[in-house]
Nanobody
Framework: QVQLVESGGGLVQAGGSLRLSCAVS????????MDWYRQTEGNERELVAA???????NYGNSVKGRFTISRDNAKNTIYLQMNSLKPEDTAVYYC???????????????WGQGTRVTVSS
């Protein structure tokens, strides 16, 4: 069964750093674009960062210059390096991935379970 397993969340003081990881587990054929989103209570999920298989990246305006998304294709894993964290970065962070389970299947969007990041002031 395909799963996305996130890790790295926690409590950090403002100005600090955290590194999130998201690994695809299970038998798959191919992974393409992967993203990080975040969500606070009562709000919709917002895009934090996106990365293609080839490494092209895109960032939400609120995190540009502070967060860096990267990936290791050999490990089917993406990372989110978060620096200069602010209290407003507090949220549950989710990763997703577009995955083909078999060579003849369609791409399906999978989501991780989320990891909580809390930034104290």
């Amino acid at each position: 069964q395909v799963q996305l397993v996130e890790s790295g969340g926690g409590l950090v003081q403002a100005g600090g750093s955290l590194r999130l990881s998201c690994a695809v587990s299970g038998h798959i054929f191919e992974v393409t674009a992967m993203d990080w989103y975040r969500q606070t209570e009562g709000n919709e999920r917002e895009l934090v960062a996106a990365i293609t298989y080839g490494g092209n990246t895109n960032y939400g305006n609120s995190v540009k210059g502070r967060f860096t998304i990267s990936r290791d294709n050999a490990k089917n894993t993406i990372y989110l390096q978060m620096n200069s964290l602010k209290p407003e970065d507090t949220a549950v962070y989710y990763c997703n991935a577009r995955i083909k389970e078999h060579s003849d299947s369609r791409y399906v969007l999978f989501w991780g379970q989320g990891t909580r990041v809390t930034v104290s002031s």
